[in-house]
């Protein structure tokens, strides 16, 4: 059970430090992005814990069955219907991104929309596989991939042209308010916690051993993700990169393996990672916008159902046009405004938790006494 | 239908044979097929008795005191006891039926597709009570449950349910004599055929029972809590519900030494990535990514490379196609036969398609190290699915390059990851299964 519990923290963490987050922090680290880290961790850390917390009232209970039982569907129906959405955009963001760099990197005769339709194919058919069977692989690409993971870290830190009178520099521009926006990027990374309002269905009983290590696995994480760009790229230059993990990576080379540069090895890790995380986040999102729906349409015919399917495709078919007519420069502005939902309504969801998980508690107390 | 049309209607064939029998004081009459009865049997249990019978009652009482001899009743059909080798025994009013069936092929076979080499040397038989006997004389434990089934409509074969009632899951067992019941075919020839009529949905890829002739693998599956159906003429056990893992293990891997057959073991798993990734990542380096190769190496892949004029993917699909139609060749053809198949392939896939400039040399490498790391999946029905899985790999590395070679990958992590086999999963890192014999370890959480 707790390994589960770290898989789901570490996916999200290990995506959301390559993606847009380093990016949006990195773009102000004069302006807060330092300090939006360290309050990261705190209030990340706080919120990761007093969820977990909260949901070890509901043991084996998904988020559906918990609302079901404290308020009426009017209230509860908008509810899911909103957090499924804000579940697929989360997936989308990465899939759209993750086509581009692939592109860019990997494959440029390929045309990004092609391959956009090969991401979103795969993850429209995985994320309405069994739900057990997402958080099994789960655990099988995190664990084969964490070694090559670890391996691109040490050879990151231990480079020749790492300089660490950079990261020096950045320490007198510590103690400066950051933005809302900043805030919510720097946290973003330790929202995997937030799987398991869904997948709580799934284990018997929620309990998480060894918790003090999702504040400093957060911290070391988050800072390695934009200590190692301004020690490799510089302090003013690591401003200059739009995908500045991707670029990091490609500083590093492998002078005795058989691939030479080690960004693809780093390129394979995250389709690896990217797919994963689109298909959980969409076999949630997909799940939870099928509890919103009434109960005759969810017929299943010889054990199986359209349903999922048809979702799927709707969420992949917004994706592939959100693809086609995103930029660059839309597409960052457009996830700034996500983030800072994203960060609000996880307040709220989180707050929303904590009530109900007291309500239940003063139930069985009054029961038992 | 009564006992007499039963006997005209069989009296059609030949090797049918009535009997009457007269001692003097008495007459029977015995019918049953030449073929399927042992005659030492008949004359021992039924015509030894008779000569030396008083009369009729007397040897009545004998015949009820033998073994496997029941009286039938006046509106019993005998036809499917004599279809099983029984010997009908009449009076003028009474009818008695002797098991007299001629084993078949009862002696154990040596191990042919599944060899060990410091292991048992010998596999089932083709004769299922003699498996029975193989897995009873292994396996002495009295919570050692058989239940007999006659599956096929037509051909009714014996086949034996084979279970350890202590440790198997009442669940699965539940499960499977569900699917046993439900099956509707004619005639039922063999194991395989028979996992095929088990499992539910009609797009099988990977096999989700062990099919072994080993009986040490059968007694170690029992002792795992496991289900073995054992069925008459096939020499060949049906192990369910099986786990990915249970594929690629060989039962050497019990009989090494730990950090031998680990070894082993890992070997095998590179193996399985090369059989279904390496033709794949070779179209996707050369066609899309040739820059990830260090400088010298890919340099050396483009000039042998270089007199083959089409695209990789195409050279990719005639080799494998090659090394397939070989494969499959040297299975079918009489073993006089076999031995040319493999010269005259090994020289076209060797040296000639190189010179003649139609795949390049690394292919002929890439495709042996394909070909050679599937042989090395020791249960049969596992590396030809594994022969498939290259396929939908190769597509997507054509046509998505590296991205789709690893999102194929995923793909097939999860495909085998989603099957479940008897409500059980299927493929898990860590599958918690009990160690018996000291090799796997149980995983708790």
Redesign the interface.
Known sequence: MTRYYFYFFLICMLINTIFFVPRILLSQRFEGGIMAMILAVLIGSALALTFTKALSQFPGQGLPEILTAFMPSAIRIPILLFLGIMWGVAGSIIIITFSVITNRFLSPETSPEFLLICFCGICCWASTRKSSAIISVTEIVILLNLPIVAFIMYKAYTQKYFEWDAVKVMSDYTFKMPSWTLLSAATYPFTGYINFSLYNRYFKKLKVAHQWLIPIVGAAVLFTSIIVPIGVLGVTGVGDYLYTWISTADTLRMQYGFIERVVFLFLFIYIGFSLLFVTITWNIGIQLILECLPKRLKKVKRGRTALPWIVAFIIAAVTYWAGIVSNDKGMIGSVKVWLSIRFDSEILFVLLMVWMAWKRHRERRSEHG | MSIDDTIERLKQSSDFQCESLDNGRFKIELCYFTTLCDKAVIKKEAAHPFFHAEDASEYRERLSAALSCLKLDDDADPMPDLMRGYVLIRFDDASYSLEAAMAGNDKPLHATSEMTIQGPQTAFSEDVDTNLLLTRKRYPYPALVAEKRNLGKISQTKAYLVYDKEKCDPDVLRRAKGMLERIQADTVMAVGQLEALMTETKLRWFPTMVITERPDRVIFNLALGKIVILLDGTPYALVAPAVFYDFISAMDDMYQSFIVSRSLIIMRYIALLITIALPALYVAVVS??P????MQFALSVAGSRAAVPYPSFIEVIIMLFLIEALIEASLRLPSYIGSTATTVGGLILGQAAQMAGLVSSIMIIITSAVAISNFVVPINTMSFALRIAKYPLVL?AS??????V??G???L??YV??L?NFGR?Y????LGEPSVAGYKESES?
């Open positions: 899309y990514n820059e990830i190769f260090r997507l046509m998505f390059g590296l991205a789709g690893v999102s990958m995923f793909a992590a999860l990851t989603n479940e999963p493929f898990r890192l860590f959480d």
